[in-house]
């Protein structure tokens, strides 16, 4: 049976629109958010821009996340879809092993992954970017490239299962193509039963 859950992966310092943005629209489309972080607690999100005049992000505190469940805890398996959020939690949490557990599993079963800004640093960790066009900040391209991956500087780019963006401000579209996918895969599996 397809499941209505799907994965929110966060740690500290995980971008605030990278998260909130597909946390309430999962919901809107009668999905069930599920935060994962490294344990079950409260995450400090932040938000980050490059103000006028700046050749660097700039960081604030962000609203803060309770993670749901702990990356150990998860069993993919029981998720529709997966999103990488952004900010500079990706760096931190990539090397957890359940992590890239996880992420293997919805790359391996072609289930509907989403990643945007650094959250690409997690699949490429993971073993998971090679031959794959991805889209993502412009300052994680060494990442992507050198695990293997190809980086496209467009605000979305759609390689199968895996549609990525650069930032928050390509949500918008990110998130639509993202849900269409997931959407499509629950009504097949509706339809199927």
Not at 69 to 79: K, Q, S, W
Request: hydrophobic letters at 40%.
């Amino acid at each position: 049976m397809q499941s209505d859950k799907a994965l929110i992966i966060v740690g500290d310092a995980s971008e605030t629109l990278d998260t909130l943005y597909p946390y309430l629209r999962l919901q809107e489309d009668g999905f069930q958010p599920v935060v994962a972080g490294p344990e079950k607690r409260a995450f400090q999100m932040v938000l980050h821009e490059v103000r006028p005049g700046w050749t660097i992000t700039r960081e604030w505190e962000g609203y803060i996340i309770e993670a749901d469940t702990a990356f150990r805890d998860v069993d993919p398996a029981d998720y529709a879809g997966i999103f990488f959020s952004g900010g500079r939690a990706p760096e931190y949490i990539r090397d957890d092993e359940d992590l890239i557990r996880i992420t293997r599993h919805f790359f391996d079963t072609g289930k509907p992954i989403a990643s945007v800004c650094h959250g690409v640093e997690i699949p490429a960790r993971a073993g998971c970017v090679t031959g794959r066009r991805m889209s993502c900040v412009r300052k994680c391209r060494f990442d992507l490239e050198i695990c293997g991956g190809i980086f496209v500087d467009a605000p979305l780019v759609v390689d199968g299962n895996l549609v990525s963006g650069r930032t928050w401000h390509d949500h918008g579209l990110v998130m639509r193509e993202w849900m269409r996918q997931l959407r499509a895969n629950r009504d097949g599996a509706r339809a199927a039963a």
